[in-house]
């Protein structure tokens, strides 16, 4: 079955300081991609999107992802953290495997940003 | 443009009692999908609609049926609530299924 794992349920970064959320997947065909964040009492919001092409993709807010087919991998980055960037953040991959397309979500990365 | 609503925002029931919750879309989007959000589970989809007319079940539909009343419109009701099914569900939509989902803000529901 298709999954999507996020290893780290949590993380803390100071503000200024760089991040990196992990995400693998298991899909067998070329897969899409998405990274979404979540803002307390909010829905998700779409940070970015990988379809094709160029496996380094620019979002919104200054993060950045990069698909790894050899480490079936799509890690969310980016340079320097600011506190509102303090959410959870959910990887997801689109499967079409059952005839219909649907997404599988991660289980969240919840980050903590100290001043 | 107001994306995707969901109404109510809260709600409380008691065992057994039936609700549907609403959910309507003003992007002339062909896709809707209903999920719901459990602590550390992430997102698990309950039914979902590709297109006017079609509704399938997802991962987790026990419980619940949906209607998609029209393009914009995607309802889900619990006919006999039960406890298990506290829960934050959000509403989405898409312009085709493989195309990156809205999301409204989520109808948070205790059952008792």
């Known amino acids: 079955a298709q999954s999507v794992t996020q290893p780290d349920i949590h993380i803390t970064v100071s503000e200024g300081a760089s991040l990196e959320l992990r995400c693998n997947y298991s899909?067998?065909?070329?897969?899409?991609l998405f990274w979404y964040v979540q803002s307390p009492g909010q829905g998700l919001q779409l940070l970015l999107k990988?379809?094709?092409?160029?496996?380094l993709v620019q979002g919104i807010k200054g993060f950045e992802a990069e698909f790894k087919r050899s480490q079936s991998s799509f890690n969310l980055r980016k340079p320097s953290v600011h506190w509102s960037d303090a959410a959870e953040y959910f990887c997801?991959?689109?499967?079409?495997?059952?005839?219909?397309?649907?997404?599988?979500f991660g289980t969240g990365t919840r980050l903590k940003v100290l001043a | 443009n107001a994306g995707v609503t969901q109404t109510p925002k809260f709600q409380v029931l008691k065992t057994g009692q039936s609700m549907t919750l609403q959910c309507a879309q003003d992007?002339?989007?062909?896709?809707m999908y209903w999920y719901r959000q459990d602590p550390g589970m992430g997102l698990r989809l309950i039914y979902y609609?590709?297109?006017?007319?079609?509704?399938d079940k997802g991962e987790v539909p026990n419980g619940y049926n949906v209607s998609r009343l029209n393009k914009r419109e995607f309802s889900l009701r619990l006919e006999s609530a039960a406890p298990s099914q506290t829960s934050v569900y959000f509403c989405a939509s898409s312009v085709f299924s493989n195309q990156p989902q809205h999301f409204g803000d989520g109808t948070r529901l205790s059952i008792l």
């Open positions: 990988y379809f094709s092409g160029d496996t």
């Open positions: 899909y067998g065909a070329t897969p899409y």
């Open positions: 992007m002339n989007h062909n896709s």
């Open positions: 997801a991959v689109g499967d079409s495997t059952s005839g219909t397309y649907k997404y599988i």
């Open positions: 609609s590709a297109s006017e007319g079609t509704t």
